[in-house]
């Protein structure tokens, strides 16, 4: 199956700073990169889609100013969180979208201050 | 609106037993249901792929089924070890392509040596 990155895998950071997620996919060309979240004890749910060299949807509810993704290529799409908040404290997950069996990074556990 | 639902939410077993999860979907337009393992702090492990013109997959002690008319999947673990313990999720994309996964809340599997 795919093979996905995430960096990091951990962060502590003090609210109102902005936090940067990498998600790459190693062995496969992802045009689109699925970003999820994840609070305790919830399941995953979609944050945003991120299409390499467009831009991305959001779904409803989440801002689209304070999760910033960057889909600049095939392999590599990047959340930034701008402003954390302690209610962003979350793990943040990424999936390629592949139309059939899908895979995941091993998630980044943001926690804000 | 798509819903995955799980039932039991957390489930405690010895160890030895055999053991089904349930997984029900609202929603019979399924592309495929795919069953994944996370355990605690940790992302996501692809278990099983069941394409919606399949009834079954098998893995090992692990068995999935899925009946798309009822909106029903269930996992079924064999001889369970304390290595099983975890959270199971079911996820489903509702349409074909580059689509994300709706996910079920999961069920957490202890097994008790």
């Known amino acids: 199956g795919a093979v996905v990155s995430q960096h990091p895998s951990r962060v502590i950071c003090k609210s109102g700073t902005s936090v940067k997620i990498e998600c790459r996919s190693l062995?496969?060309?992802?045009?689109?990169m699925f970003w999820y979240r994840q609070f305790p004890k919830q399941s995953l749910m979609l944050m945003a889609t991120?299409?390499?060299?467009?831009?991305?949807?959001?779904e409803q509810g989440v801002e689209k100013d304070k999760f910033l993704i960057n889909h600049a290529s095939l392999t590599l799409s990047t959340l930034t969180v701008t402003s954390a908040h302690p209610e962003d404290s979350s793990f943040y997950i990424c999936?390629?979208?592949?139309?059939?069996?899908?895979?995941f990074g091993p998630g980044t556990r943001l926690t804000v201050l | 609106k798509q819903e995955v639902t799980q039932i039991p939410a957390a489930l405690s077993v010895p160890e030895g037993e055999n053991l089904v999860l349930n997984c029900s979907f609202t929603d019979s337009a399924i592309y495929n249901l795919q069953w994944f393992r996370q355990d605690p702090g940790k992302g996501l492990t692809s278990l099983l792929l069941i394409q919606s013109s399949q009834r079954e997959q098998t893995s090992g002690r692990l068995n999935a089924s899925l009946d798309k008319s009822s909106g029903r999947s269930t996992l079924y673990i064999a001889a369970s070890q304390p290595g099983d313990s975890a959270t199971y999720l079911c996820a489903a994309p509702f349409s074909s392509g580059n689509t994300p996964l709706v996910f079920g809340k999961g069920t957490r599997l202890s097994v008790i040596a």
């Open positions: 991120s299409n390499e060299g467009s831009k991305a949807t959001y």
């Open positions: 062995d496969f060309q992802a045009t689109t």
């Open positions: 999936s390629p979208g592949s139309g059939d069996e899908q895979f």
